[in-house]
């Protein structure tokens, strides 16, 4: 079964913390993202990666960086974490053979 | 105006009922129409996938998309205390990487 890893369910951070979220797929995915999903506000696209060093921003990049050295790894960058960074923060990844993205399970971050 | 509009909910209806999810959407150049249910504290999963405007049906569960209203509807007859979840709509120009979503609306089926 195909599968999008993310290493952390629950994260409990303090503010000004730098904090890494990573995500691993297993299914030779060349498109990779970071959303944050919060009430009301849905997904909101943080950054994405076509290709192993390649990175886009996407709708909030403010305040995150990402990195990606090999194609299965997507990284996700708190440079500094800050109160209004608490969500559930999704990984997903697509081929360009695929339908639609695969998701990992999320990350719950809290930043206190 | 927002890309992608979904009504959040919370709907809730009896078991068997027939569930009516919708979506509008305002960019014309959209062609891949998607649904998606996440459970509670789990990640999306992609239930129905659609191109261009049709419908297309999956068991219980029917995608219609009318590009002409910018438009999209995903139906589940039969509804079962299971189908209780979040279903987002998603939608992109491409098969790719430009994807968009809805924000969710959140579905309790009653037994």
């Known amino acids: 079964d195909v599968k999008v890893t993310q290493s952390s369910r629950y994260l409990v951070k303090r503010t000004g913390e730098k904090v890494f979220l990573e995500c691993v797929q297993d299914?030779?995915?060349?498109?990779m993202f970071w959303y944050r999903q919060d009430p009301g506000l849905g997904l909101r696209l943080i950054y994405f990666s076509y290709d192993v060093k390649m990175k886009e921003k996407g709708d909030i990049p403010e305040g995150y960086s990402v990195s990606r050295e090999k194609k299965e790894r997507f990284s996700l960058i708190l440079e500094s974490a800050s109160t209004n960074q608490t969500s559930m923060y999704l990984c997903a990844s697509n081929g360009k053979a695929n339908y639609g993205y695969t998701f990992g399970s999320g990350t719950r971050l809290t930043v206190v | 105006q927002k890309e992608v509009e979904q009504d959040p909910g919370p709907l809730s209806v009896p078991e068997g009922a027939i569930v009516s999810l919708n979506c509008t959407y305002s960019?014309?150049?959209?062609?891949?129409f998607m649904w998606y249910r996440q459970y509670s504290r789990k990640g999306p999963e992609l239930l129905m996938y659609?191109?261009?405007?049709g419908n297309k049906e999956d068991g219980r569960f029917t995608a219609q998309v009318d590009k002409s209203s910018k438009y999209i509807s995903l139906f589940i007859r039969d509804s079962q205390p299971s189908d209780s979840a979040t279903y987002l709509c998603a939608m992109s120009r491409t098969n790719n990487n430009d994807m968009r979503f809805g924000a969710g609306t959140r579905l309790t089926v009653k037994p």
């Open positions: 659609t191109y261009s405007s």
């Open positions: 960019n014309s150049a959209f062609q891949y």
């Open positions: 299914m030779d995915h060349e498109n």
